[in-house]
C-alpha cells in the first residue's frame, strides 16, 4: 500500500459526476432530460458550450438492450445530437463511459460495458467527431445509476454516458 | 508469511501413550467415506484444551467450529461429556465416549514455554477401537493460536476423511461498503472462517476480482487506480505493487497459473472486444490465446497447466469454451439452457464451476471438464463468482438476495449441501480461497 496512484479528474466532471449519483439515488423512472436528474437550473439557464448546456438540453447518455451493445434509434438522435453539440465546442475532450446492468457477471459485464462505450464512441467518430478527443472507460455493473432490484432500473443502467473532461488534446 | 512460519513448528507426532496401543491395527475403525452420497455427520467429541487461562478452550472451540463448517462432523454438545479430561497424557475412559456415541474423541493441553512461547498439543482418539489415532504438538507465539487450531482441524479432517483438509487458508475479497451507486470496493483478506480481517486497499479506487497465487503469498487483482482499469499484482506480506504490463486499454479478469508464473487475463481491443492473453511473469513476454470479434473473458487454468477454459459470447451469449493452454482447440462445453459464466477448473482437475443465468435466476453449480454431468448446487436471485477450497470439495462464492442491498460470501459442498454464510462486517463479493498455508 505505498503508493497510490490519485484519480487526476477535472473538478467539473467530478461535479458532474457526484450530481448525477445523488439523482439516480433519487429516481427510479427514467432520466430523459437532465431536469430530471436532478441539474437544477432549468433547461434555459445553461450557458451555451456549458457542461451543463451539453448535459441539460443535448442529453449526456443512451441506453441499452439487455446483453446489447447495438446503437438503438432513440440513442442514435442523442448521438447525433452530441456530435453536432461537440464538433461546436471543440474544446472538450471526450470520455465515454460504458455501464451494464447487474443481471450479469462481473469480469463479462466490464467486457461489455467496455463494448457498450466503443460503440458509442465509434458512432460519434461517425458523426465527425475527431478520435483523439475521445476515450472509453467501462464500469461494467459496477456503478449502477439506479439502484433497485427490477427491471426499472436494469434499463437505466444499461448505458454509455458521455462525459467531458475540460480541455482537449 | 515466513516470519510466521518459522515461529509456528510442528515438533512432531505425540508417541502412542500405552505400549498395549502398539500391538493394535493402525488403521482407525472410525472413518468418514466422503465420497459417498451423502454423508452424515460423525459424531466427535472435542473437550476443552487444558490451560491455565482460557486459551485451551478458545483452540478446541475453534476446531469444533471448523469441523462442525465442513458439515462431515457433529461436535457434541459438551453437557453431555461424561468424563472430565484432566490429565491429556493418559488415555481417556473410552467406555464413557462410547455411551454417548463419540466415535472420535479429541483431547489437548496448551502450556507457556521458558521462552515465552506457547505449547499447544492434542491427541486424536478412536473411541471404539481404543487407540489414538493422531498426536502432534505446535510451538507457536499467542497470536499464532488461531493458525494452531485450524492446522489441528486439518490434522483431525486429514485422518478421519482421507483428504486434505482446507481450514488452515485464507480467503481474499472485495469488502463493499457504502449505498450501492457509490460502494467502495476494498481489497481485503481473512482467515476462511472469517476472523482476523485485514484491508489491503484503502478503498479510494475500485478493486475487485482479487485472486491467490497457488505458489506465493501473492494476489492479482483489478483496479482502477490509475484511472483505467487495470491487473495488478500485490505482495500480501509486503505490501508492495506492480502493473502487469503495459497495456494500452483495459486488463482485467486476471487468474494465475497453477505454477504462480503466469497470469492470464483479458485484454480490451479498441474495438471494443476482449481477448485472452497470457503473460510470464519472469520474461514479460505475452502471448495471445484469442482472437475473436467476440467477448473472451474469465480464463481459468486446469490444474496441470495444459487447458484453460474461458467465458466468450462468441456464440451470440455468454458460454463456457475450453482451450489448449496455447489456445489451441477452442470448443465450447456448455450447453444447457441459459448463459454460463465465470468457469473456475477445480484443483482436483475434474470438474469445473460455474455461474449460469437461466429464467431470471442466478445459479453456482459444477459440471465435468466436458461440459456434461452439470450439477446446480445453488440458484437464487444473484449469485456468482466461485471458487473452490484447496481440497477440492468446498465451493465459496457471493451471493445476494433481492432487496437485500447487497452481496455476501457463502460456501458449499460440493454435492449442494451445508449452504453457509462467512461472517463478514460488511458487504462482501469475489472470494478468493488461498492454498493451504505452508
Request: aromatic share 8%.
Amino acid at each position: 500500500m505505498r503508493r497510490i496512484a490519485k484519480l487526476t479528474t477535472n473538478p467539473v466532471m467530478i461535479a458532474l459526476v457526484a450530481s448525477l449519483a445523488i439523482a439516480g439515488c433519487a429516481s427510479k423512472k427514467t432520466p430523459n432530460s437532465a431536469a430530471d436528474l436532478g441539474l437544477g437550473g432549468g433547461a434555459g439557464a445553461a450557458t451555451p458550450g456549458s457542461a451543463q448546456d451539453f448535459t441539460v438540453n443535448i442529453g449526456d447518455r443512451i441506453f441499452f438492450d439487455t446483453d446489447s451493445s447495438a446503437i438503438r434509434a432513440d440513442a442514435q438522435q442523442t448521438l447525433g445530437r452530441q456530435a453536432q453539440w461537440l464538433n461546436q465546442y471543440r474544446q472538450y475532450a471526450i470520455v465515454v463511459e460504458g455501464h451494464a446492468d447487474e443481471r450479469g457477471t462481473r469480469e463479462y459485464n466490464l467486457a461489455l460495458g467496455a463494448r457498450r462505450a466503443a460503440a458509442a464512441r465509434d458512432y460519434l467518430i461517425g458523426r465527425g467527431v475527431a478520435g483523439n478527443r475521445l476515450k472509453t472507460i467501462s464500469y461494467g455493473k459496477e456503478r449502477p445509476v439506479a439502484v433497485c432490484d427490477d427491471i426499472s432500473c436494469w434499463s437505466q443502467n444499461r448505458r454509455a454516458v458521455t462525459t467531458l473532461s475540460g480541455a482537449g488534446s | 508469511m515466513k516470519k510466521l512460519l518459522k515461529s509456528l513448528m510442528l515438533v512432531g507426532a505425540l508417541a502412542g501413550i500405552m505400549g498395549s496401543f502398539a500391538t493394535l491395527p493402525a488403521r482407525a475403525l472410525v472413518e468418514i467415506d466422503v465420497n459417498k452420497g451423502v454423508v452424515e455427520p460423525l459424531p466427535v467429541a472435542i473437550t476443552d484444551f487444558l490451560s491455565g487461562d482460557g486459551i485451551g478452550t478458545e483452540i478446541s472451540s475453534i476446531v469444533a467450529a471448523d469441523l462442525q463448517r465442513s458439515g462431515l462432523f457433529a461436535p457434541i454438545d459438551k453437557g453431555a461429556f461424561i468424563e472430565k479430561i484432566s490429565n491429556p497424557d493418559a488415555a481417556p475412559r473410552f467406555e464413557d465416549w462410547k455411551v454417548i456415541n463419540a466415535q472420535a474423541l479429541v483431547t489437548g493441553r496448551v502450556t507457556q514455554e521458558a521462552d515465552g512461547r506457547l505449547r499447544a498439543e492434542f491427541r486424536l482418539w478412536d473411541t471404539f477401537a481404543g487407540q489414538q489415532l493422531v498426536g502432534e504438538q505446535f510451538f507457536s507465539s499467542k497470536a499464532n493460536m488461531r493458525r494452531v487450531a485450524h492446522i489441528i482441524a486439518d490434522a483431525i479432517y486429514e485422518r478421519l476423511t482421507g483428504e486434505k483438509g482446507y481450514f488452515d487458508t485464507r480467503v481474499v475479497f472485495i469488502d463493499e461498503s457504502g449505498s450501492k451507486n457509490a460502494r467502495k470496493k476494498r481489497l481485503a483478506i481473512m482467515d476462511q472462517d472469517g476472523a482476523n480481517v485485514r484491508y489491503l486497499s484503502d478503498g479510494r479506487a475500485i478493486s475487485m476480482t482479487p485472486r491467490f497465487s497457488p505458489t506465493r503469498q501473492e494476489i492479482t487483482y483489478m483496479s482502477y487506480e490509475s484511472g483505467q482499469p487495470r491487473v495488478y499484482l500485490l505482495q500480501i506480506e509486503t505490501g508492495q505493487r506492480e502493473l502487469v504490463g503495459n497495456f494500452p486499454g483495459m486488463t482485467f479478469a486476471p487468474r494465475f497459473s497453477p505454477d504462480g508464473q503466469k497470469v492470464i487475463m483479458s485484454l480490451l481491443r479498441d474495438d471494443g472486444n476482449s481477448n485472452i492473453f497470457a503473460m510470464d511473469l519472469r520474461s514479460r513476454t505475452t502471448t495471445r490465446l484469442t482472437n475473436s470479434n467476440s467477448i473472451d473473458t474469465s480464463p481459468s487454468y486446469s490444474p496441470d497447466g495444459s487447458k484453460v477454459v474461458f467465458t466468450s459470447d462468441r456464440g451470440g451469449q455468454p458460454q463456457i469454451y475450453a482451450m489448449g493452454a496455447d489456445g489451441s482447440g477452442q470448443t465450447r462445453i456448455s450447453f444447457g439452457g441459459g448463459s454460463y459464466s465465470t468457469p473456475v477448473w477445480s484443483p482436483r482437475g475434474d470438474l469445473i464451476a460455474f455461474t449460469k443465468q437461466s429464467g431470471g435466476q442466478f445459479a453456482i453449480g459444477v459440471m465435468r471438464t466436458d461440459g456434461s454431468g452439470e450439477r446446480i448446487l445453488s440458484t437464487g436471485f444473484s449469485q456468482e463468482g466461485p471458487t473452490w477450497a484447496p481440497n477440492g470439495r468446498y465451493i465459496m462464492y457471493f451471493k445476494e438476495a433481492a432487496g437485500s442491498g447487497g452481496p455476501r460470501l457463502y460456501s458449499i459442498d460440493l454435492t449442494g449441501r451445508n449452504e453457509q454464510q462467512i461472517p463478514t462486517a460488511n458487504y462482501a463479493s469475489d472470494p478468493a480461497w488461498s492454498p493451504l498455508l505452508e
